[in-house]
């Protein structure tokens, strides 16, 4: 039969981790089915969950809105999950349930994978827009890697400060405005834009301007409908490297996949084809 994997959210009809997770057990020759379970109605989610557990199945990815309620249902958490306060991605080892977030460490091989040398220095100087939960699982994924320096600019700069009390000791973290960050920009080599702003339809906005942009730098956009963001034609504009949103989307399902099976199956062409479905 193989393995039965889930994906459980609202709204998730249009998800491509199907996809991408069809891919991998083609890939890794392994044999199985991940498959969407929408849970529409909130009050519904403890028997769904309840159902899955007598249905045995051998691991799930969890969304919106759904990554924080799931905890009270788990028998372990992964220490980063733990930090965050959500979890993402759940295995089912003989029957123990323990949950993981993959969002930040995801993120990381993305840029890992496209661009060998990343990673390698901890003292580069990384700056982070905004503060949701994206900004919370890169910055957590980050400190756990023992970046040097981190710095965050989000419009609600309390919000900010939350994330940074999560940093460990090897990590110094300035909270700014997003008016500061702009007057800033060229302090930084690595610059992760985290909020929605740029997302389809409204997809002349940006979070701040990259005019005053004028050092070789590694621009990166979490957004990835459209596949270019503004920010990132910015970016381009202004000779920057840029990092698209939607290889997120790839390493995250990646590590999700290697929880489960324990393979880490390899990922190669599948971001031109990602692009091509996306696009
Ligand atoms: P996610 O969990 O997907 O990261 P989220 O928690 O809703 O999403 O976070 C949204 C982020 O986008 C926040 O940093 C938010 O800023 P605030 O904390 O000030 O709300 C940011 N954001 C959303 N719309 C924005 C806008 N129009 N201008 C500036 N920041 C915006």
């Known amino acids: 039969m193989g393995f039965q994997f889930e994906l459980i959210g609202f709204p998730i009809k249009h998800s491509i981790s199907p996809w991408i997770h069809e ?26 969950i309840m159902n899955m557990k007598a249905k045995e ?8 809105p759904y990554k924080q309620k799931i905890i009270p249902f788990l028998d372990e958490l992964d220490v980063i999950a733990q930090k965050m306060g959500a979890v993402n991605t759940v295995v089912n080892r003989n029957g123990i349930w323990k949950g993981y977030n993959t969002d930040g460490r995801g993120y990381l091989r993305s840029l890992e994978s496209k661009f060998s040398n990343f990673g390698h220095d901890k003292s580069i100087r990384i700056l982070i827009l905004g503060a949701g939960g994206a900004a919370r699982g890169i910055f957590c994924a980050f400190t756990e890697e023992r970046f040097m320096h981190i710095d965050i ?5 309390a919000s900010a400060e939350d994330i940074a009390m999560l940093a460990t000791d090897d990590t110094t973290t300035k909270i700014l405005s997003l008016e500061e960050a702009e007057q800033s920009i060229n302090q930084y080599d690595l610059i992760i834009q985290t909020t929605s702003v740029g997302m389809k339809p409204r997809t002349d906005q940006s979070i701040i301007s990259l005019e005053g942009l004028n050092k070789p730098v590694i621009v990166s956009d979490i957004v990835y409908q459209p ?12 000779c920057a490297q840029i990092h698209f949103g939607h290889t997120m989307l790839l390493y995250q399902a ?16 599948m971001d031109e084809e990602l692009q091509l479905i996306l696009e």
């Open 57 to 64: 199945i051998d691991g799930f990815n969890i969304t919106v």
């Open 153 to 157: 600019a989000n419009r609600t700069m």
């Open 23 to 48: 891919q991998f057990f083609k890939r890794s020759k392994l044999q199985g089915t991940y498959i969407k379970n929408e849970i529409d109605l909130e009050a519904d989610f403890a028997e769904r």
């Open 227 to 238: 596949l270019k963001t503004n920010f990132l034609m910015q970016a381009e504009a202004a």
């Open 254 to 269: 990646q590590l999700a996949f290697e929880i489960w099976t324990g393979q880490r199956v390899s990922t190669e062409n």
